[in-house]
């Protein structure tokens, strides 16, 4: 590696080294109680797949670089040089881990892997060594953004041309079934680019009388699992400036763990509030806006906690208020919640298709679920959704994948 | 009666020994010592005097340096809290610190041990204020430090558990070599440690060097006197009591600059995920 190239690379190390990476990088005992919490070491128990594994790549670059220990007695702490051998060690660190933050849940002093990761993930589009597969769909993604007055016109076109699969779940609404970026609507929905994401939804909030508007955006945002935390900003800002101009109260983004996560707590602050769907779902059931029939559901139902929706965004008791209203046969997954195991798709890994490593890092989710003896296992996250799907098809679990939207808008008392 | 004389006689022959060891010891501290004997003197005293202020100094500055260095940094760029979300933020950021519910659900074993070593490092440092002229937790004529020794082994059981659990995998797979050198310097401190406050009881005259005569070190430390602590400090214990200084001195210099900094971190960051 050139001299220029390590200089260049200290620089955004330096960069991301504001008080909580400084706290994490320097607090940790490797006391080893993280170990255990990783699906990927809990289902392939190799230390570089632990939490604490993953973060001594970092902390060692950062020992060399910016420590004194690193300078005088660099084998007391066997730091890593910023080469091509390490920024092998730091793409692996950070290709396994899916950002779930589980670990947290189980270290004494609550670091964030995630966080350091992020360092890894800037150290390797620095080196021009990120998954260039990420960076082309947030590229595109930005791209959209900036042409969206030519797209708009047939984007508007198409989502008309739902109308009638929407007006299948709920026929009583008026015309148009949808409204795109309409000026004084309550609540902008965000959605991804799948009719899947607008079609429930849209008839949910239809029946719930909502005054809701559909934004020209996607919500999913490419540039987070990349570590990009500029072009994050820029896909997350014109979802803000649209909510602005059109001075909706909610933004309401789509089933995306990231992209909720993302807008509600990563960028910011906004003038007005962000939800996740299902939180508005819960509120609709709570204001007796929608109900939902009991006996839609054949066979036991269980529930995947979303790691960025439930422990890293604090939408926990929501989903299983609405699943209350869905059927009296629920059973939770063990662990949930909070210390729910993340699904393995996580970070861009679904994205970046890594089929093989996903089912292998994956083996504890799949006996999560096989454990659970449901029938139907419903998730509020398409990252999740899609993993779930492969996991159960990969380990013949035979359990029926749903969205929680879907289930809802299928149930919805006409 | 008969206990009673049992008793005198008991009394006048520790008096007796008490005698013998000091009159050995003022034999031994007028004794003048010349060529490798006058070497191994001097650097006894700069360990024990000059550079027992050194690393405590450098301790304070170290620290001081490095929550500069924290509080100088920009903050993070957003919030970093796990749901769901205490009710009282700083509360329980102090419950993860000082309780570790985290460790107790996963490792419970460790956890005892982990508490064990924590709270007797906390009496460890109260045992050894205790000394100081002027601060009185245990009656003055105590010759027994603060535990009677218990404290010492308290703190040196969990560390040999801790070393043990640390040679095996997984811990041994993300184990860096300070951890182990970290370890040792601790585990031989409170060893040494374990000779000054209940192994230098053992001797058929009972303690070589009292709670009293560390006292007199400590005030001689406290008042800046600069004397020779191996005039108040007798008996040929006293090497053990250099090596156990020297270790404490290593100890607060390595500190601020080692991962033993969480001592002063724990409950920052634990806010983290908690604010």
Redesign the interface.
């Given at each position: 590696m050139e001299a220029a190239t390590t200089q260049k690379l200290e620089q955004l190390f330096q960069a991301r080294l504001h008080s909580a990476m400084r706290l994490y990088l320097d607090s940790c005992a490797r006391c080893g109680v993280c170990v255990e919490a990783c699906h990927a070491y809990a289902s392939m128990p190799q230390a570089r797949y632990t939490a604490v594994g993953r973060a001594e790549v970092i902390r060692r670059i950062f020992k060399k670089y910016f420590k004194l220990e690193g300078k005088i007695a660099p084998w007391l702490g066997e730091v890593l040089p910023m080469d091509d051998a390490t920024m092998d060690l730091v793409s692996d660190a950070a290709w396994s881990c899916t950002g779930c933050r589980r670990c947290m849940t189980f270290c004494p002093f609550g670091i964030d892997t995630q966080l350091i990761m992020s360092i890894a993930k800037g150290l390797l589009i620095g080196a021009d060594k990120e998954p260039k597969l990420l960076t082309m769909l947030s590229d595109m993604s930005v791209a959209k953004g900036e042409g969206i007055e030519e797209t708009r016109p047939a984007f508007t076109q198409a989502i008309q041309d739902l109308s009638a699969e929407i007006r299948a779940l709920w026929p009583y609404a008026g015309d148009p079934v949808v409204t795109v970026e309409a000026e004084g609507a309550d609540v902008l929905y965000v959605a991804l680019a799948g009719k899947h994401s607008i079609i429930p939804a849209a008839a949910i909030m239809n029946a719930a009388g909502e005054r809701w508007t559909l934004s020209v955006y996607e919500a999913v945002n490419f540039a987070a699992f990349l570590g990009d935390s500029k072009k994050m900003q820029v896909i997350a800002r014109r979802i803000h400036d649209e909510a602005v101009r059109l001075k909706v109260k909610e933004v309401a983004i789509v089933e995306c763990g990231t992209a909720f996560r993302v807008m509600k707590y990563m960028t910011g602050p906004h003038p007005f509030k962000v939800v996740a769907f299902v939180e508005l779902i819960s509120r609709y059931l709570r204001e007796g806006r929608i109900r939902l029939r009991k006996d839609s559901l054949k066979g036991t139902l269980t529930y995947h906690d979303p790691c960025q929706i439930a422990r890293n965004g604090g939408v926990i008791e929501e989903p299983r208020h609405v699943i209350g209203h869905l059927t009296a046969d629920f059973v939770e997954l063990r662990p949930n919640r909070a210390e729910n195991w993340c699904c393995g798709g996580g970070g861009g890994l679904v994205a970046l298709g890594e089929q093989d490593f996903r089912m292998k890092s994956s083996k504890v989710k799949a006996e999560q679920m096989k454990a659970s003896q449901a029938a139907i296992i419903t998730t509020a996250c398409e990252n999740c959704h899609s993993q779930l799907t492969d996991l159960n098809q990969h380990y013949g679990l035979g359990m029926k994948v749903e969205f929680l939207s879907k289930l809802v808008a299928d149930a919805l008392v006409k | 009666m008969a206990a009673q004389a049992g008793a005198d006689v008991v009394t006048a022959a520790s008096a007796a020994a008490g005698a013998a060891v000091a009159d050995a010891t003022s034999a031994a501290s007028q004794v003048v010592h010349t060529g490798f004997a006058l070497v191994v003197d001097r650097i006894d005293y700069i360990i024990m005097v000059p550079l027992v202020y050194v690393s405590i100094l450098a301790l304070l500055a170290g620290i001081i340096w490095?929550i500069a260095?924290?509080?100088r940094?920009?903050?993070?760029?957003?919030?970093?809290r796990?749901?769901?979300?205490a009710r009282r933020p700083g509360l329980a950021a102090l419950g993860?610190t000082f309780a570790?519910p985290?460790?107790r659900k996963?490792?419970p074993l460790?956890w005892v041990f982990l508490m064990i070593y924590h709270v007797a490092f906390v009496l460890l440092i109260l045992g050894h204020l205790d000394i100081l002229p002027h601060v009185s937790l245990l009656p003055p004529d105590s010759r027994h430090m603060l535990g009677a020794g218990g404290v010492g082994i308290a703190v040196t059981l969990p560390l040999i558990y801790f070393l043990m659990?640390r040679l095996r995998s997984?811990?041994r797979?993300?184990?860096?070599?300070?951890?182990y050198?970290l370890l040792l310097l601790l585990l031989f401190l409170f060893l040494f440690g374990d000779m000054m406050s209940w192994g230098n009881s053992w001797s058929p005259h009972g303690f070589v060097m009292s709670k009293q005569d560390f006292a007199k070190y400590f005030d001689d430390l406290a008042r800046f006197t600069f004397a020779d602590p191996r005039a108040v400090l007798p008996g040929s214990h006293y090497h053990f009591a250099v090596i156990h200084v020297l270790l404490a001195e290593v100890f607060f210099i390595v500190l601020p600059?080692s991962?033993i900094?969480?001592t002063f971190?724990?409950v920052?960051?634990?806010m983290?995920?908690?604010r």
């Open positions: - | 490095r260095v924290i509080m940094s920009p903050p993070p760029p957003y919030p970093l796990l749901y769901p979300a993860d570790m985290q460790v996963h490792k460790f659990r997984p811990q797979d993300i184990s860096v070599f300070s951890d050198l600059f991962k900094i969480h971190f724990s920052p960051v634990n983290l995920r908690r």
